[in-house]
């Protein structure tokens, strides 16, 4: 019988794509991760981000502020294809490795009001899990009950998908080593963050968030920590691991901790 607590893991988009050049996949990195992805024995649901095929056409038509000019539709159709597309390459190296993976479209299966998920039909996901299969979701463009249109992050995905299915555990693969108290990516005096807690949280932010004028510097990570603060909350321990070095992600799913920047309730 399968153990339908899942294991969920993310792959971010800055470790799948080249984030400055649109629509270009890493797939030696995707082929790697992939045959990573093997060491999960239980039930397992992956959900990846949008890189530089989702975002860029999300921004260009501004899709995250909601609807408010027909030209958008298009721009909604568009961004939803992109993320198909790497979609499809994702399920496509992950059945290559020998992993029964099957895309499931987001934007069918949410109800999302003003940018946050009311509600997901996750009966057919469920089915899928219990057959044996990886069900494979990603970041979305999807309607929204109140603004008319919104983007969905994977990151937010994650959250809902491990709270409603009682996830065992949540790995987020970025391309860094974890939270740092700043970008590693642009200053070498950043330090890891071993471990994000609902008490030691304030103080890390204040810190992550020092940019001009208060505005999120991280590139998304504040946002991360938040949802899965949410999650430890709920019970459910998440770790920020670097999936763009070889063998981590193999060693998180094999359940070693503490390669990354663990984020717990305590
Ligand atoms: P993904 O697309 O993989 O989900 P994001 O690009 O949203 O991930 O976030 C990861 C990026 O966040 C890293 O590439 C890193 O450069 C940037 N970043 C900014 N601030 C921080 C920080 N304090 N700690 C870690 N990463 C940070």
Do not use: H
């Given at each position: 019988?399968?153990?339908?607590?899942?294991?969920?893991?993310?792959?971010g988009g800055s470790v799948i794509t080249d984030k400055r050049r649109q629509?270009?996949?890493?797939?030696?990195?995707?082929?790697?991760?992939?045959?990573?992805?093997?060491?999960?024995k239980g039930s397992l649901v992956l959900v990846h981000g949008g890189g530089s095929f989702g975002h860029p056409v999300a921004s260009k038509y501004k899709i995250a502020e909601g609807y408010g000019n027909p030209r958008q539709l298009i721009g909604f159709a568009l961004t939803h294809r992109a993320m198909e597309k790497l979609n499809a390459?994702?399920?496509?190296?992950?059945?290559?490795?020998g992993v029964p993976a099957v895309a499931m479209q987001p934007s069918a299966c949410a109800v999302v009001e003003n940018g946050r998920i009311?509600?997901?039909?996750?009966?057919?996901?469920?089915?899928?899990?219990?057959?044996?299969?990886?069900?494979v979701l990603y970041g979305d463009a999807v309607p929204d009950l109140g603004k008319g249109m919104s983007i969905l992050s994977g990151d937010q995905?994650?959250?809902?998908?491990?709270?409603e299915l009682g996830a065992k555990r949540v790995i987020?693969?970025?391309?860094?080593?974890?939270?740092?108290?700043?970008?590693p990516?642009?200053?070498?005096?950043?330090?890891l963050v071993q471990e994000i807690s609902l008490?030691?949280?304030?103080?890390?932010?204040?810190?992550?968030?020092?940019?001009v004028g208060g505005r999120d510097v991280t590139g998304g990570m504040a946002k991360k920590v938040r949802e899965l603060l949410a999650l430890a909350e709920r019970g459910v321990e998440a770790e920020i691991v670097n999936a763009a070095k070889p063998n981590i992600l193999r060693r998180a799913i094999l359940g070693e901790v503490g390669l990354g920047t663990r984020v717990v309730a305590r």
């Open positions: 019988m399968i153990d339908i607590r899942p294991l969920i893991v993310k792959l629509f270009t996949v890493k797939r030696t990195v995707l082929r790697r991760l992939a045959r990573e992805l093997t060491a999960a390459y994702v399920v496509d190296a992950l059945q290559q490795a009311k509600s997901m039909e996750l009966t057919p996901l469920r089915k899928l899990l219990k057959l044996g299969l990886v069900p995905l994650v959250a809902q998908l491990a709270c987020l693969g970025v391309d860094v080593d974890g939270v740092y108290t700043v970008n990516k642009t200053n070498k005096n950043a330090k008490s030691n949280w304030s103080s890390v932010k204040k810190r992550l968030s020092s940019g």
